[in-house]
């Protein structure tokens, strides 16, 4: 460890202290000191400096005395490393060779000449890593490509050695697009990391409900109805359904065992998308685009050229729907012009009530 005052030098200036089992050796690896305070050892016990004198007539008598109190304790609780020596076996003996005077400098004047010696023989090599363990305390993990997702594994990342605080994001739901299968049931690692996310039973059953009441719905939808937190929702919603990423039914979460290639009604739920860049009332994120949902548009005029379009439509084939839904794209872009129509109107609406506020206020 260096000596007393070493020692003394580190504890002073709240260096940690080294533990060296070959000093002479540069190439050891030292193990580093845990330096603690008392508060942290121990609680309602004191760590004294004793020192005790015994009678050399009588051994059993003794005289103690107090020398002081400890405040600090340094412990060398980690793994020791491997110790490798710069040693080269002699050829035809047992004994070894020590190559430290060959490998560096050993005093000042070695040092000085060290470049304009004439080596006779080369040098052999030695070139041992820096470290043999990658921690300084045994773990039982074991590295491996595959991700476990199992509640075995989540237990032992909780207790092995570096635990990460932060909680581990999983990619567990499924996203599929237009022209893919889409899934009958969630996985059972999706539904097992659903359960751990949120073991209240309320957010399930809302969920569940919402789905059975309709199997397609959109993030904002669901949200609303549920009024439980934008977090929350992405981490058990992989329970209940899949994501549909492109094509008629874009941006929409739909139930498991549901297609809504192969139901008429599914053109209900159809999405068209509505850019407000004319509203500065409206906030910019959502100036830019909007996703609706067919069935969530409920202005009168809309459910009415939706009824009267699904009563004189014919019915579309296979690829057609699979490439454009249910209903036709006219009547998407009519319905688009109404929920335009509707906000500029309350947009409307809305700025002259402010400027009137504004004049009162003002007079």
């Known amino acids: 460890m260096g000596g ?102 050993t005093d000042m004047s070695s040092a000085l000449s060290w470049w304009d010696q004439t080596q006779s023989l080369p040098t052999p090599l030695f070139l041992p890593p820096y470290q043999f363990s990658r921690y300084l305390t045994p773990s039982m993990k074991i590295l491996g490509r595959e991700t476990d997702h199992t509640e075995k594994t989540r237990r032992a990342v909780r207790s092995g050695y570096g635990q990460n605080l932060r909680v581990e994001r999983k990619a567990l739901s499924v996203t599929v697009m237009a022209n893919d299968e889409f899934p009958l049931e969630p996985s059972t690692e999706a539904v097992e990391e659903a359960h751990f996310r949120c073991k209240h039973e309320e957010p399930h059953r809302l969920l569940k409900e919402l789905f059975n009441e309709r199997p397609m719905w959109t993030r904002i939808g669901l949200l609303y109805r549920t009024r439980i937190d934008d977090s929350l929702l992405r981490s058990i919603l992989q329970k209940y359904a899949f994501y549909i990423q492109s094509g008629p039914w874009g941006r929409l979460w739909c139930r498991f065992g549901y297609d809504p290639r192969k139901d008429k009604e599914g053109g209900l739920y159809q999405t068209l998308m509505v850019s407000f860049r004319q509203h500065g009332s409206i906030p910019e994120r959502q100036r830019l685009k909007m996703w609706y949902c067919v069935m969530d548009v409920q202005l009168p005029k809309a459910v009415e050229e939706l009824v009267g379009m699904v009563e ?28 335009k129509e509707d906000v500029a109107k309350t947009s409307k609406e809305l700025e002259g009530s402010m400027s009137m506020h504004g004049e009162e206020d003002f007079i």
Not at 6 to 23: D, G, K, V
Not at 73 to 84: K, L, N, P, T
Not at 325 to 331: A, D, E, S, T, V
């Open 312 to 339: 004189t439509q014919a019915m579309p084939t296979e690829e057609e729907v699979r490439e454009k839904g249910w209903l036709p794209p006219n009547l998407l872009d009519r319905i688009r012009d109404l929920i």
């Open 4 to 105: 007393l005052q070493l020692i003394s030098q580190s504890h002073l200036n709240n260096h940690s202290l080294e533990l060296s089992h070959t000093p002479n050796n540069p190439y050891t690896s030292r193990i580093m000191a845990e330096r603690k305070t008392q508060d942290n050892v121990s609680s309602g016990t004191l760590h004294l400096v004793m020192k005790v004198r015994r009678k050399k007539s009588n051994p059993k008598k003794m005289k103690t005395k107090f020398l002081g109190l400890i405040n600090t304790v340094y412990s060398f609780d980690v793994m020791c490393d491997f110790q490798y020596l710069p040693l080269k076996k002699r050829i035809g003996t047992d004994g070894f060779d020590d190559l430290i005077p060959r490998l560096i400098p």
